[in-house]
T-cell receptor, first 113, second 113 residues
Framework: DGGITQSPKYLFRKEGQNVTLSCEQNLNHDAMYWYRQDPGQGLRLIYY???????QKGDIAEGYSVSREKKESFPLTVTSAQKNPTAFYLC????????????FGNGTRLTVT | GQQLNQSPQSMFIQEGEDVSMNCTSSSIFNTWLWYKQDPGEGPVLLIALYKAGELTSNGRLTAQFGITRKDSFLNISASIPSDVGIYFCAGHAGGTSYGKLTFGQGTILTVHP
């Protein structure tokens, strides 16, 4: 079955440590996205990639970094510069950039103490 | 930036009741989408609307793209316990926001058997 796999499901880190969240898709989609979800808020866009080897900042990119070296993979690094990193992180993909129907992974819940 | 106001924030209903929720925006959107998120999972696309005035059904779900292009609603008829979850609206404005979705804050639905 095609889909988006995020790992791990739960992640715990100490403050000041960088942490990388994995996102892999086997849908052959060109575009990939990272969203952050906080209770009572809509999803907020962190970074997006229209195509392999390209990525752009979203609305809340500060304290995060990404890479897109392979079409299937779009890892997100939460750096120590992110002031409030504890959140639920969702990876998504779409067939092409501009296609509005996103397919989401099942998320990674990051807790930083 | 663009914002979507989704209401109500939460609903507690009895099994069998109909449900209605809506999203409004201060700006025009070219596409409206409705997603459902089960606890601890990623959102899943329910309905996509591409034309002002469009009314689309998916089983017990019906959604409409408002004539003004600034609102959309989702109705669920004869609710069942598995309808529990968070429902998000999302809009796509096009133009300089091409490819980016704006999400509402979500409606938390609880269905009592």
């Amino acid at each position: 079955d095609g889909g988006i796999t995020q790992s791990p499901k739960y992640l715990f880190r100490k403050e000041g440590q960088n942490v990388t969240l994995s996102c892999e898709q086997n849908l052959n989609h060109d575009a990939m996205y990272w969203y952050r979800q906080d209770p009572g808020q809509g999803l907020r866009l962190i970074y997006y990639s229209q195509i392999v080897n390209d990525f752009q900042k979203g609305d809340i990119a500060e304290g995060y970094s990404v890479s897109r070296e392979k079409k299937e993979s779009f890892p997100l690094t939460v750096t120590s510069a992110q002031k409030n990193p504890t959140a639920f992180y969702l990876c998504a993909s779409s067939i092409t950039w501009g296609e509005t129907a996103l397919h989401f992974g099942n998320g990674t819940r990051l807790t930083v103490t | 930036g663009q914002q979507l106001n989704q209401s109500p924030q939460s609903m507690f209903i009895q099994e069998g009741e109909d449900v209605s929720m809506n999203c409004t925006s201060s700006s025009i959107f070219n596409t409206w989408l409705w997603y459902k998120q089960d606890p601890g999972e990623g959102p899943v696309l329910l309905i996509a609307l591409y034309k002002a005035g469009e009314l689309t059904s998916n089983g017990r779900l019906t959604a409409q793209f408002g004539i003004t292009r600034k609102d959309s609603f989702l109705n669920i008829s004869a609710s069942i316990p598995s309808d529990v979850g968070i429902y998000f609206c999302a809009g796509h404005a096009g133009g300089t926001s091409y490819g980016k979705l704006t999400f509402g804050q979500g409606t938390i639905l609880t269905v009592h058997p």
